[in-house]
């Protein structure tokens, strides 16, 4: 069985299990990490997740965010300028990540997705270098009803998560489902 094989299978064990409803917003959030090299495999099978998660009696809506940065570039007034001294881009960053939240939050607020949706993330790796992926979850953490599923390409090793494996990673309370056998790859 392949790698995503293995976390799809994995996922849709951990989601059938019982949902406790009394948790936090990052209580309920789950990484389904995988290797970088995957991300194209993961896209072509990201319906197997919806399946899966519709097999364990949930509701699914996904959310991609690989093109965000483009589209809010795109609305931005001064984008010419930040093309001219990309310097300056950094003092826009956080009205980025206000647009990525936005959109996510937006998914997690519509009203079919209740306590009983997965609200799933596609498409970190591209915010990576302009967003943290902690500070996504962080903004809309309080908006989550259901569970909210980010898929994460990198690495989950001591409690740690390594976006791309390519920096520090942090400690974050979501929880791990991975392509191995025990604990969090259930």
């Known amino acids: 069985m392949g790698r995503i094989e293995q976390l799809v299978e994995n996922y849709g064990r951990f989601a059938a299990l019982p949902w406790e409803q009394n948790l936090a917003g990052a209580q309920r959030v789950w ?14 099978r990201l319906g197997e997740f919806e ?30 300028d930040y093309f ?38 596609h498409g970190i790796a591209c915010l990576f270098g302009l967003i943290k992926v902690s500070d996504l979850i962080g903004a809309v953490e309080s908006s989550i009803r259901g569970r909210l599923l980010a898929f994460f390409p990198g690495e989950f090793e001591n409690n740690n998560y390594r976006l791309l494996d390519a920096r520090d990673g942090w400690n974050y309370l979501a929880v791990p489902i991975t392509t191995r056998e025990g604990a969090h790859g259930l």
Request: hydrophobic fraction near 50%; proline fraction near 1%; avoid cysteine.
């Open 31 to 44: 990484f389904a990490v995988y290797d970088k090299t995957d991300e194209r495999r993961l896209r072509i």
């Open 84 to 121: 001219k001294a990309p310097d300056d881009l950094e003092m826009a960053m956080s009205g980025f990540l206000d647009f990525v939240s936005a959109r996510v939050k937006s998914a997690l607020d519509d009203e079919a997705a209740d306590a009983n949706t997965v609200v799933a993330i």
């Open 51 to 80: 399946i899966a998660t519709t097999s364990a009696k949930h509701g699914w809506k996904l959310v991609d965010v690989a093109g965000a940065f483009a589209e809010w570039m795109a609305a931005e007034d001064y984008r010419e």
